[in-house]
């Protein structure tokens, strides 16, 4: 691990500096400003873990070789993948996650880098906003690396970095990117919501899981709903795919925590934007169609669901008020319990 100087790399150099001469600026982590994209991932390579291949979250060394791997990824590890040498122990590496945060406040824009092995064009500026996509974009990449790694951990405090800075930011752009972020940080969420309800175990936090994958798909769905509201007609069809799929799995979260009139809302919403969806594309496909049928399936489900509950309910309240004299009763209180008897019976099959 390369030392650093304080903590972040050396901010670019005046402007009577620069014209001095065309030297490369140097970080501390050997990333010069006119760095191709292999030369770059050489100098990111000693901040990445191991075995996920992500940025480092988290940092632990091994004793007795000096290697960093991610906290999550240091239980999965006996043998260094990098030396082969016995691990004995592993200790927290403030300073690597320090390093870490250094190097994605200071280079994490340069994302383009990953894209093509060709030196980067000399910009004079960029805006406020376009550094801030690339950087939050670059972070959106590197929580999908530790995701495809293993390592969820990581993935959702790159994720949830990213969207904390996206979150005031009221410019299309910033708000398209961070519904996607949003979205992301459901899915993962929505995982680790199957392993919370299957083991009934909360995961790393106090909050239960279902809920939080909730509140973010809430909010994607939010932004999508106002982008489809506002946003261009070029991108309607486009919009109107990723908002159905958020509401289908704001959906799926709702019925697991088993707040049935938010699922039906959430399904419904994803039924009509499917439909609509599928009237705007004459060329629809079958698979389209099979996943419209796929929500109206779910829909139906939980509006069966819902109503045995109400049901039962019903049949709760009318036992409450023990054997009735319907010779007591005025002629529409007799008809309101016959009718009732006979749905519950209907709903419950019984």
Same mark, same amino acid.
């Given at each position: 691990?390369?030392?650093?100087?304080?903590?972040?790399?050396?901010? *670019?150099?005046?402007?009577?500096?620069?014209?001095?001469?065309?030297?490369?600026?140097?970080?501390?982590?050997?990333?010069?400003?006119?760095?191709?994209?292999? %030369?770059?991932?050489?100098?990111?390579?000693?901040?990445?873990?191991?075995?996920?291949?992500?940025?480092?979250?988290?940092?632990?060394?091994?004793?007795?070789?000096?290697?960093?791997?991610?906290?999550?990824?240091?239980?999965?590890?006996?043998?260094?993948? $990098?030396c082969a040498a016995d691990i004995e122990?592993?200790?927290?590496?403030?300073?690597?996650?320090?390093?870490?945060?250094?190097?994605?406040?200071?280079?994490?824009?340069?994302?383009?880098?990953?894209?093509?092995?060709?030196?980067?064009?000399? *910009?004079?500026?960029?805006?406020?906003?376009?550094?801030?996509?690339?950087?939050?974009?670059?972070?959106?990449?590197?929580?999908?690396?530790?995701?495809?790694?293993?390592?969820?951990?990581s993935a959702l405090s790159r994720l949830?970095?990213?969207?904390?800075?996206?979150?005031?930011?009221?410019?299309?752009?910033?708000?398209? *990117?961070?519904?996607?972020?949003?979205?992301?940080?459901?899915?993962?969420?929505?995982?680790?919501?199957?392993?919370?309800?299957?083991? #009934?175990?909360?995961?790393?936090?106090?909050?239960?899981?279902?809920?939080?994958?909730?509140?973010?798909?809430?909010?994607?769905?939010?932004?999508?709903?106002?982008?489809?509201?506002?946003?261009?007609?070029?991108?309607?069809?486009?919009?109107?795919?990723? $908002?159905?799929?958020?509401?289908?799995?704001?959906?799926?979260?709702?019925?697991?925590?088993?707040? #049935?009139? $938010?699922?039906?809302?959430h399904y419904s919403r994803a039924v009509?934007?499917? %439909?609509?969806?599928?009237?705007?594309?004459?060329?629809?496909?079958?698979?389209?169609?099979?996943?419209?049928?796929?929500?109206?399936?779910?829909?139906?489900?939980?509006?069966?669901?819902?109503?045995?509950?109400?049901?039962?309910?019903?049949?709760?309240?009318?036992?409450?008020?023990?054997?009735?004299?319907?010779?007591?009763?005025?002629?529409? #209180?007799?008809?309101?319990? %016959?009718?009732?008897?006979?749905?519950?019976?209907?709903?419950?099959?019984?």
């Amino acid at each position: 691990m390369a030392e650093t100087k304080g903590n972040s790399c050396p901010v *670019q150099p005046s402007s009577n500096e620069a014209n001095k001469a065309n030297e490369v600026i140097e970080c501390p982590f050997g990333f010069g400003t006119r760095a191709t994209s292999t %030369e770059w991932e050489k100098a990111i390579a000693p901040l990445c873990c191991p075995l996920c291949h992500a940025l480092l979250y988290e940092t632990q060394r091994a004793t007795p070789c000096g290697h960093c791997y991610c906290k999550t990824c240091s239980f999965k590890v006996k043998d260094c993948l $990098l030396c082969a040498a016995d691990i004995e122990e592993f200790a927290n590496a403030a300073d690597v996650d320090s390093d870490v945060e250094s190097f994605i406040r200071a280079h994490s824009h340069n994302i383009d880098l990953l894209q093509s092995d060709q030196t980067p064009s000399t *910009q004079t500026s960029e805006s406020e906003t376009d550094v801030l996509l690339k950087r939050t974009t670059f972070l959106l990449y590197q929580a999908l690396k530790a995701q495809k790694g293993g390592n969820s951990a990581s993935a959702l405090s790159r994720l949830q970095q990213a969207e904390s800075e996206l979150m005031h930011k009221k410019e299309q752009s910033c708000v398209n *990117q961070r519904s996607i972020i949003l979205g992301k940080l459901s899915d993962i969420l929505y995982v680790f919501s199957l392993w919370y309800i299957c083991t #009934d175990l909360c995961v790393r936090c106090s909050e239960n899981e279902p809920g939080k994958a909730a509140k973010y798909i809430e909010q994607a769905c939010l932004l999508l709903e106002n982008d489809l509201s506002t946003g261009e007609q070029l991108y309607e069809k486009e919009l109107l795919g990723v $908002l159905s799929t958020s509401h289908g799995k704001a959906g799926d979260i709702y019925a697991l925590l088993e707040n #049935d009139d $938010l699922a039906i809302s959430h399904y419904s919403r994803a039924v009509a934007l499917k %439909e609509q969806l599928i009237g705007l594309d004459a060329n629809a496909d079958t698979s389209m169609s099979l996943q419209k049928a796929l929500l109206l399936t779910k829909l139906a489900e939980i509006l069966n669901l819902a109503a045995r509950k109400r049901a039962y309910d019903a049949q709760r309240v009318v036992e409450s008020l023990g054997q009735l004299d319907h010779s007591t009763l005025s002629e529409r #209180d007799q008809n309101v319990v %016959e009718y009732v008897n006979n749905s519950i019976a209907f709903i419950l099959g019984e």
